[in-house]
Every structure is written in C-alpha cells, then in structure tokens.
C-alpha cells in the first residue's frame, strides 16, 4: 500500500500562489498515477488534475486549466500542485490520490485546507 501526506496548505489572498506537496510511502516502486481532488463546501469531491507515473501525461480539469500545475519528482516520491492565481472558489480541502486503476480504490491523502481571500 501506499501512504500519502499533504502539505503546503493555507490561507492565502486572491490572485495568490500556494504549492502542495504529497510525500508517498511505502510501495512507490509500484507505478500508479498520481492526481489531486478537492472538496468545497457544500460541493461532491471533483477532480482537480493527474499526472502519470513517468510524469510526461498530465490532465486537467476546465476550472483549473491554465493556473495549476501538477508535476512530481519520483526520486523524492513527491507530487506538486502549484496553483497560481487562486480565485476564493478555489477554496476547498485539497486531497492526493494514488491509484493503479480506479481512484476510489487507491490510496488517498488525508487532505490540506486551502483557503483564498476574497
């Protein structure tokens, strides 16, 4: 299994940056696909962006496209988020997943309070 853990999170002011950070353990050796998710209040869980094992597939969603990036570095087993140009919508818990096949049976992250100023 693997163990992830978030960082990096915060409160930050419109028009902001914040980068986060998952640490993976464990079997990292194995080659899932990492992403990150968020979940707002009042809001499903919705998928934020991905990135392959190898780092060279990367998908985003609409609302982010354009002002995250996600990337990772395999000789730390860590993945990044750097979100720039933070809107107060973007305010939400953000969560890092780990899968081999579907994202609900991977593993996840305990989650990072994000949280922009208006």
């Known amino acids: 299994q693997v163990q992830l853990v978030e960082s990096g999170g915060g409160l930050v002011q419109a028009g902001g940056s914040l980068r986060l950070s998952c640490a993976a353990s464990g079997r990292t050796f194995s080659p899932y696909r990492m992403g990150w998710f968020r979940r707002a209040p009042g809001t499903e869980r919705e998928f934020v962006a991905a990135?392959?094992?190898?780092?060279?597939?990367?998908y985003y969603s609409d609302s982010v496209k354009g002002r995250f990036t996600i990337s990772k570095e395999n000789a730390k087993n860590t993945v990044y988020l750097q979100m720039n140009s933070l809107k107060p919508e973007d305010t939400a818990v953000y969560y890092c997943?780990?899968?081999?096949?579907?994202?609900?049976?991977?593993?996840w992250g305990q989650g990072t309070q994000v949280s922009v100023a208006s």
């Open positions: 997943a780990a899968t081999r096949g579907n994202w609900e049976s991977g593993s």
């Open positions: 990135i392959s094992w190898s780092g060279g597939i990367t």
